[in-house]
Nanobody, 131 residues
Framework: QVQLAESGGGSVQAGGSLRLSCVVS????????????MGWFRQAPGKEREGVGS???????IYADSVKDRFTISRDNAKNTLYLQMNTLQPEDTAVYYC?????????????????????WGQGTQVTVSS
């Protein structure tokens, strides 16, 4: 059974950087099949959960427009870990950040930034950005 565990959250000043990690247990990220997507989401108080971006098994990434020039999703297959590098953080980035995964039945698929498309979730890590 796949388990996800986020870490790396904390409190930073505006303009600072953080790197979040998501350790994946129960699934090898270097598998060629089936197709999978690993996503990062965030939810600020009083707001809907927002899809930050995703990376697929090949390494193709997609991002929300609000973060695409500042955030980078990557993975380390040797460590079976997903990362979210966040630069130039702003107060509006304050949220609980979640790692999520979806594993398809075959070799192909399409990644999204929709929460409903990701059935497996971590517990989240808090990111707080002060001005």
């Amino acid at each position: 059974q796949v388990q996800l565990a986020e870490s790396g959250g904390g409190s930073v000043q505006a303009g600072g950087s953080l790197r979040l990690s998501c350790v994946v247990s129960g699934y090898a990220l270097n598998r060629k099949n089936p197709y999978y997507c690993m996503g990062w989401f965030r939810q600020a108080p009083g707001k809907e959960r927002e899809g930050v971006g995703s990376i697929d098994k090949v390494g193709t990434t997609i991002y929300a427009d609000s973060v695409k020039d500042r955030f980078t999703i990557s993975r380390d297959n040797a460590k079976n870990t997903l990362y979210l590098q966040m630069n130039t953080l702003q107060p509006e980035d304050t949220a609980v950040y979640y790692c999520a995964a979806v594993f398809f039945s075959g070799a192909g698929g399409v990644c999204s930034r929709k929460s409903a498309d990701f059935p497996t979730w971590g517990q989240g890590t808090q990111v707080t950005v002060s001005s």
